[in-house]
Structure formats: C-alpha cells, structure tokens
C-alpha cells in the first residue's frame, strides 16, 4: 500500500517535471479543483457565519489533493494484487494503470452523489436497485470517458469489475460511516 502511495508521488513529481502527457495533467487538475470547487460550495451553504474565504479555499483545495492522492494509492494497490491472480491486469503498464485510475476516481466523485438515494432508501428492493443502477453507470461512465479521451486504454473486463466493485462499496462505506 506505501507504495503505491509512493508511486503516485512519484506521478505527482512527473506531473511537476513535464513528463506526463498533457491530457492526464490536464484531468489531474481538472478533477482536483472540481472536487475542490464542490466542496468550497458545500461549506458556503453549510456555514451561514461569516468565514475567511481563503481558509475554506485552502482546505478544499489539499483535502481534494490527500483525497486524490489516497484514491489513486489504494486503487493501485488493489489493481497490483488482482495483477497476482488476473492476467490481463498484468499486462497493462503503469502510465495504463494511472489513467485507468483516473477515470475510476472520476467516475466515483460523479456517481457519488447517487448513494445519498441509498442512504434514503429504506425498503431493501429499492437499496438493490439503487446498486444496480451505480454499477451499471460506473461502467458506462468508465468506458464512456475511456473512449472519449485521448490515451484510449483497452480496459480488460477484470478491470473494469474490479472498479465497479471498488466503486460501489467504497461509496457504501462512505455514505453509511
């Protein structure tokens, strides 16, 4: 698990240096201020008191980074063991995995939304379509975005099992802690 944390460090100096290809900078920073813009808005609304803006600005801004950061770690590391068990995991390279990640940490934060119907549910049939319906828009999502964006990686379907299942039980956790 460190090191996957390690490796998206690592990623985030390659970022810095110039050696990552523009379209997953672009998404990098694109998805961090989105997360953050969101979470400004909610503390806005939250808080009816006047607060110091540039602080509420801050904090968005590095929790959406450690959040980024923390998503993409464990994500990775989750792929590195199913890399033990699965073949086509094993195949892709790491530039692959990273922007595989990517677009599951996208497809998370905009399908996340859709459990707090989950949490509001109270008939179990409803909760199971409710699931249902996250993952089928987790894969779409995921292939949606892989198609339309530029470093087009061919997602084995283990993959894409694996993120749904992460996906889902990730935001399950989230919404009922």
């Not at 969101?38 to 607060?51: A, C, G, L």
């Not at 008939?123 to 987790?138: D, P, R, Y």
């Amino acid at each position: 698990m460190l090191g996957e944390l390690i490796e998206v460090f690592k990623l985030i100096i390659e970022i810095y240096k110039g050696n990552v290809p523009l379209t997953q900078v672009y998404t990098v920073v694109a998805v961090i201020a989105g997360v953050a813009l969101i979470d400004i808005i909610i503390e806005i609304i939250k808080s009816r008191e006047s607060k110091n803006i540039l602080k509420i600005i801050l904090e968005s801004i590095v929790s959406s980074f450690i959040g980024f950061t923390l998503y993409l770690g464990i994500y990775i590391f989750i792929l590195r063991i199913g890399g033990f068990f699965i073949e086509d995991i094993d195949t892709l390279s790491n530039q692959d995995i990273v922007w595989i990640a990517i677009i599951s940490y996208i497809s998370f934060f905009v399908l996340f939304t859709f459990f707090f119907l989950y949490k509001k549910a109270s008939n179990i049939a409803i909760k199971g379509i409710i699931i249902g319906c996250h993952i089928i828009l987790t894969a779409l999502t995921m292939r949606g975005m892989n198609l339309v964006w530029e470093p087009q990686v061919e997602l084995p379907i283990f993959v894409m099992i694996l993120t749904i299942l992460f996906n889902t039980l990730i935001s399950i956790f989230f919404i009922t802690f």
